[in-house]
């Protein structure tokens, strides 16, 4: 029991983990496929605990407070409408928008917060891949958009007319790491400018944050000039 409470000690403090572990049990809750009010009602729910925490993420980090919170209140309130029966193709096209830009939000505070120091901590190994998981969530939602307005935006052999949220999530993560392994094509000018623009950010974050982080590591046990002049 102590070690627990040790443990819930040391993971409040860091809320890029929470970020992460939230993210990915919506992701494991995606796979019962199920669209029951219980099911829509938990996995809103969820996704509410995530938008507070990139509210406290982006108080925390130095981005602009006001605007982004702004981005999570929103989402917060035209998520629920949609919650509640209201599923207006324009209405899920602003809640996706305040969404999206939350979690942009979010990813740039962090990045901000990473960059700002020359030491390596824990939150900021939970941070770099947090980043990397906002990025996807957000281009989803963006997608999403795509798809609502502009029809026949994506491909997908195995299905006709609007794509899952699973498939457009699925889409975001092989585009932005590089693999490629989705079977979702995008066929609309808006939805390939979006490819393009998420598999460069994609490429440029590994890199830069990669590289980041080998050299904070490296400065981390650097000689220190006094030891050396002796």
């Known amino acids: 029991m102590q070690a627990f409470i040790d443990v819930w000690k040391i993971f409040r403090l860091l809320p890029s983990a929470w970020l992460i572990l939230l993210q990915f049990i919506i992701l494991i809750l995606s796979v019962a496929g199920n669209y029951s009010m219980t099911y829509r009602t938990l996995t809103w729910l969820l996704g509410v605990l995530v938008l507070l925490v990139i509210a406290k993420v982006i108080r925390q980090t130095p981005m602009f407070t006001i ?3 702004s981005f999570v209140g ?3 309130i035209f998520s629920s ?5 209201l599923e ?3 209405l899920q096209v602003i809640a996706h928008g ?4 939350a979690y942009f939000s979010a990813a740039y505070g962090l990045l901000r917060y990473m960059f700002e120091d020359r030491y390596l901590t824990r939150d900021e190994l ?3 891949g947090a980043v990397f998981t906002l990025l996807a969530w957000g281009f989803a939602f963006l997608y999403n958009i795509c798809q609502l307005l502009v029809p026949g935006s994506f491909q997908n052999p195995n299905m006709t007319g609007l794509q899952t949220w699973l498939d457009l999530l699925f889409l975001s993560f092989s585009l932005q790491s590089a693999t490629g392994l989705s079977d979702l094509m995008p066929m609309s000018a808006p939805a390939r400018v979006l490819a393009v623009l998420q598999m460069f950010c994609g490429v440029m974050y590994l890199a830069l944050i990669v590289s980041r982080l080998i ?3 490296y400065i981390a046990y650097l000689p220190d000039h006094d030891d050396v002049n002796k």
């Open 88 to 90: 207006y193709p324009m």
């Open 126 to 128: 939970f941070a770099a």
């Open 74 to 76: 929103g989402a917060v």
């Open 67 to 69: 605007l982004g919170l």
């Open 98 to 101: 305040f969404e999206a830009a």
């Open 215 to 217: 050299a904070l590591q």
């Open 81 to 85: 409408l949609i919650l509640f029966g």
